[in-house]
């Protein structure tokens, strides 16, 4: 069975309703890779290690031996790391559909980069596509690099707002309570970071970016990406993607489109988007794809929720 064919056999129609007990698909984006993720995966499960293939295939270069070998400076490489942390969760996402272990989705929903794997899971976008997106989209934020990001940690998110507007910077990712990431010029980064601190922040920390991600300074990667999607091949979603940008649940081709434009320069609304699912009913979410980075999140966001690793699946 192809991988196409096992896509149209898996599909799941999660209808958009929650209701109480029901679950989402959460996909993690930038951060969650590391060298050897899914290695193991891949050597066990036939499914896995046609995903790599295809994706080695499709993008014209080895992208599997940088995943499973290194070296970890060719993963961090925003070209690499972005179609290598999207081959991984759809290596995750068929294994785990084969074996039945994933209950239909109300919901899904990606942090950034991991919208494209939620819209392979929700059948708008072939994988083969979503990776040819995606390595362009990681080339166009890289050349158009520059700026800085840092992480306030221990201040609500209003009160890193009001810094980051004093700072001259803006909110890229609001992912807990009181976790926020800012991004901006490099020096108003510094700044904001000072600001934060004499606010009262546990703790206000630069990461290890390339570029401002998620700020007006990536307009030009915006712009660039505008015409790829226009012509991009994407369906209504079979179940309802949860946006980055504001939150609400989408599922139009024009709608998606819009949002994988303008994710580029908004803010990700991590905090909203989870409450906005655990509002419509939602207790239990999975994480497909590498790494515990959401799982973290999300308990902060709604205390109640059970997050499940699809790591911890398999």
């Given at each position: 069975m192809t991988h196409h064919d096992r896509r149209q056999s898996d599909r799941e129609d999660g209808g958009g309703t929650a209701t109480s007990g029901s679950t989402a698909w959460v996909f993690p984006g930038q951060g969650s890779q590391r060298v050897g993720m899914a290695k193991e995966l891949a050597a066990a499960e036939p499914d896995a290690a046609e995903v790599f293939a295809v994706a080695d295939r499709v993008l014209g270069f080895p992208l599997s031996r940088t995943i499973f070998a290194g070296p970890?400076?060719?993963?961090?490489?925003?070209?690499?790391?972005?179609?290598?942390?999207?081959?991984?969760?759809?290596?995750y996402l068929t294994v785990l559909r084969a074996r039945n272990l994933l209950p239909p989705p109300a919901f899904v929903a990606g942090h950034s980069l991991g919208e494209y794997a939620a819209l392979v899971a929700?059948?708008?976008?072939?994988?083969?596509?979503?990776?040819r997106l995606v390595r362009r989209r990681g080339e166009l934020m890289q050349a158009h690099g520059a700026g800085a990001m840092a992480a306030v940690l221990g201040l609500p998110t209003a009160a890193v707002?009001?810094?980051?507007?004093?700072?001259?910077?803006?909110?890229?990712?609001?992912?807990?309570?009181?976790?926020t990431v800012v991004s901006g010029p490099t020096a108003a980064v510094e700044r904001a970071m000072a600001l934060a601190r004499e606010q009262g922040a546990k703790r206000a920390v630069p990461l290890p970016v390339s570029a401002a991600f998620h700020s007006?300074?990536?307009?030009?990667?915006?712009?660039?990406?505008?015409?790829?999607?226009?012509?991009?091949?994407?369906?209504?979603?079979?179940?309802?993607?949860?946006?980055?940008?504001?939150?609400?649940?989408?599922?139009?081709?024009?709608?998606?489109?819009?949002?994988?434009?303008?994710?580029?320069?908004?803010a990700v609304r991590w905090v909203d988007m989870v409450r906005a699912m655990a509002d419509a009913g939602v207790t239990t979410f999975y994480e497909v794809g590498p790494g515990k980075v959401l799982a973290g999140l999300i308990t902060r966001c709604a205390p109640g929720a059970t997050?499940?690793?699809a790591e911890a699946l398999l």
């Amino acid at each position: 069975m192809t991988h196409h064919d096992r896509r149209q056999s898996d599909r799941e129609d999660g209808g958009g309703t929650a209701t109480s007990g029901s679950t989402a698909w959460v996909f993690p984006g930038q951060g969650s890779q590391r060298v050897g993720m899914a290695k193991e995966l891949a050597a066990a499960e036939p499914d896995a290690a046609e995903v790599f293939a295809v994706a080695d295939r499709v993008l014209g270069f080895p992208l599997s031996r940088t995943i499973f070998a290194g070296p970890a400076d060719d993963l961090q490489a925003t070209p690499v790391q972005q179609p290598a942390i999207l081959a991984t969760s759809v290596a995750y996402l068929t294994v785990l559909r084969a074996r039945n272990l994933l209950p239909p989705p109300a919901f899904v929903a990606g942090h950034s980069l991991g919208e494209y794997a939620a819209l392979v899971a929700a059948d708008a976008l072939d994988f083969e596509d979503a990776l040819r997106l995606v390595r362009r989209r990681g080339e166009l934020m890289q050349a158009h690099g520059a700026g800085a990001m840092a992480a306030v940690l221990g201040l609500p998110t209003a009160a890193v707002a009001a810094v980051a507007a004093e700072a001259g910077v803006e909110v890229a990712n609001a992912n807990a309570p009181e976790q926020t990431v800012v991004s901006g010029p490099t020096a108003a980064v510094e700044r904001a970071m000072a600001l934060a601190r004499e606010q009262g922040a546990k703790r206000a920390v630069p990461l290890p970016v390339s570029a401002a991600f998620h700020s007006s300074l990536m307009a030009p990667a915006r712009d660039g990406m505008r015409p790829l999607l226009a012509a991009a091949a994407i369906r209504s979603a079979r179940t309802p993607l949860v946006s980055n940008v504001d939150a609400r649940t989408i599922s139009s081709p024009e709608e998606i489109r819009r949002e994988l434009v303008e994710q580029i320069v908004a803010a990700v609304r991590w905090v909203d988007m989870v409450r906005a699912m655990a509002d419509a009913g939602v207790t239990t979410f999975y994480e497909v794809g590498p790494g515990k980075v959401l799982a973290g999140l999300i308990t902060r966001c709604a205390p109640g929720a059970t997050v499940v690793g699809a790591e911890a699946l398999l």
